[in-house]
């Protein structure tokens, strides 16, 4: 059985400004003090605009054939607790995982600030569609209920993610460090859910965990918050383990 969940978009500030309103950043990373081991390779643009843009959208196509290779995250999205205490029930989201996270693309125009030897980039990032998969529990006075699968296909989803790449010195022995700083998921677009297990009930259980959801979206903001987490030491992770300078690669 499936449900389909209305837009929903976050009441908070932006990740990073507008960058139509920012300074430009003419700073160069072609100095003695900020070079970056003579490659031939392009330099980030340090100011906002088409140039920018455009080397973003390169990146995005490398980070998408990375992303690809690396699918699926299978243990890689937290555990959901869901408590509805009027019902006196108790739904335990475990064993969860995500696919289909390769169809990024840039979404606004990017945001950078180049300073101190660092790169820092704003991106707001669409993805065509990611799947996210759990296992679940239904629980009622501590006893259990049912336990099934759930699949949630959301589909245009926009996330704002701020990335540093800290370049040292010519003469310093320490490796380039490179780290997600901030991510937000900003909206979630449309959510089509999905159940198994639940049998004759399937259909009105879906029911109404959807129309809960949807009605009580914004209270699931500490969930929101810790996936956000989760997912900023999941890539920083995967960065340590990249012996490359993602600016680096195109």
Not at 56 to 81: C, H, K, W, Y
């Amino acid at each position: 059985m499936e449900f389909v969940l209305g837009p929903w978009q976050r009441k908070d500030s932006p990740l990073f400004p507008d960058s139509q309103v920012l300074p430009s950043y003419n700073q160069s990373f072609s100095s003695p003090n900020h070079r970056i081991h003579h490659r031939q390779k392009r330099q980030v643009p340090c100011k906002p605009g088409e140039e920018l843009d455009e080397y973003v959208d390169s990146l995005f196509r490398f980070a998408s054939r990375l992303i690809r290779a690396m699918e699926p995250f299978s243990g890689q999205v937290p555990n959901v607790t869901i408590e509805l205490p009027e019902y006196n029930l108790i739904i335990f989201l475990h064993s969860g995982g995500a696919t289909h996270a390769y169809t990024l693309q840039r979404k606004k125009p990017a945001w950078v600030l180049c300073q101190n030897g660092s790169i820092s980039l704003g991106l707001t990032v669409q993805l065509e569609e990611v799947r996210i998969f759990y296992k679940y529990r239904v629980i009622q006075d501590w006893k259990l209920l049912f336990d099934g699968e759930l699949e949630a296909q959301v589909a245009n989803p926009v996330a704002q993610v701020q990335f540093t790449q800290t370049t040292p010195d010519e003469d310093s022995e320490e490796a380039v460090q490179q780290r997600v700083d901030g991510l937000r998921i900003w909206s979630f677009g449309k959510i089509r859910i999905m159940l198994k297990g639940l049998g004759n009930l399937t259909q009105a259980v879906s029911m109404f965990l959807t129309g809960f959801v949807n009605r009580n979206i914004d209270n699931f903001m500490p969930q929101i918050r810790d996936a956000e987490g989760q997912a900023i030491i999941f890539v920083n992770r995967a960065l340590q383990n990249l012996s490359i300078p993602f600016f680096s690669i195109i």
